[in-house]
C-alpha cells in the first residue's frame, strides 16, 4: 500500500467529515459534532483559513486526516495546536496515523513553532503509549476546561 499525505482540498472534506464522525465515535460522543462540509469549507479554505489539514490516501481513497491550527503561547510564542488525527478503523496499525503526525511535526519546525500541543483521552492507553514513544510529554497534572456554547449564554445572561 502506498500512502500519500497531502493537504486536504475542498474535495477532501465530506470524506474529512467522515472522518471526525468516525472520530466522535471512537471517543464515544457520537452526536457531538455539530460542524458541516460547508463549515469545513469556509474556515479551511483561504488566505485567512483557521486551520489545516492534511489527508492521508491510497489509489484516491481517504484514510485519515489531521487537522491543525497556529495558536499563541505567552511562555512560548508561536505553537500548533493538533485538533484531531485519525485514520479509518480498518486501516489503523499500518503506520498511517505515524506519518500524519510526522508531518504535522515536519510543518511546526518548517514554520518555527516552539511547541505542538494536544489532547489525548486518559483511556485511549494505544495513543498515549505513541505520544510517549515518540518523545511527547504527557501532562496528567493538567485539566482541560471547556465552556460550551450553551454555557457561555448562561454566563453572560447573569
Not at 504535522?104 to 503509549?129: S, Y
Not at 510517549?132 to 496528567?140: E, F, P, Y
Given at each position: 500500500?502506498?500512502?500519500?499525505?497531502?493537504?486536504?482540498?475542498?474535495?477532501?472534506?465530506?470524506?474529512?467529515?467522515?472522518?471526525?464522525?468516525?472520530?466522535?465515535?471512537?471517543?464515544?460522543?457520537?452526536?457531538?459534532?455539530?460542524?458541516?462540509?460547508?463549515?469545513?469549507e469556509k474556515e479551511g479554505l483561504g488566505e485567512n483559513s483557521?486551520?489545516?489539514?492534511?489527508?492521508?490516501?491510497?489509489?484516491?481513497?481517504?484514510?485519515?486526516?489531521?487537522?491543525?491550527?497556529f495558536r499563541f503561547s505567552t511562555w512560548k510564542g508561536r505553537?500548533?495546536?493538533?485538533?484531531?488525527?485519525?485514520?479509518?478503523?480498518?486501516?489503523?496499525?499500518?503506520?498511517?496515523?505515524?506519518?500524519?503526525?510526522?508531518?504535522?511535526?515536519?510543518?511546526?519546525?518548517?514554520?518555527?513553532?516552539?511547541?505542538?500541543?494536544?489532547?489525548?483521552?486518559?483511556?485511549?492507553?494505544?495513543?498515549?503509549?505513541?505520544?510517549?514513544?515518540?518523545?511527547?510529554?504527557?501532562?496528567?497534572?493538567?485539566?482541560?476546561v471547556h465552556f460550551r456554547e450553551n454555557e457561555l449564554n448562561?454566563?453572560?445572561?447573569?
Amino acid at each position: 500500500m502506498k500512502i500519500t499525505i497531502r493537504p486536504a482540498n475542498k474535495a477532501d472534506f465530506p470524506e474529512v467529515l467522515n472522518l471526525i464522525k468516525e472520530l466522535a465515535v471512537f471517543e464515544k460522543e457520537p452526536d457531538a459534532v455539530e460542524i458541516t462540509v460547508n463549515d469545513l469549507e469556509k474556515e479551511g479554505l483561504g488566505e485567512n483559513s483557521l486551520f489545516q489539514c492534511l489527508v492521508a490516501e491510497n489509489e484516491n481513497e481517504i484514510l485519515g486526516m489531521a487537522l491543525f491550527y497556529f495558536r499563541f503561547s505567552t511562555w512560548k510564542g508561536r505553537s500548533l495546536h493538533l485538533e484531531d488525527l485519525i485514520v479509518r478503523e480498518k486501516h489503523r496499525g499500518k503506520g498511517i496515523g505515524e506519518a500524519l503526525y510526522k508531518k504535522v511535526m515536519e510543518f511546526a519546525v518548517e514554520h518555527n513553532v516552539k511547541r505542538v500541543a494536544w489532547e489525548v483521552l486518559d483511556w485511549n492507553i494505544n495513543a498515549i503509549n505513541f505520544y510517549k514513544r515518540t518523545g511527547a510529554t504527557i501532562l496528567d497534572e493538567w485539566r482541560i476546561v471547556h465552556f460550551r456554547e450553551n454555557e457561555l449564554n448562561d454566563y453572560l445572561k447573569q
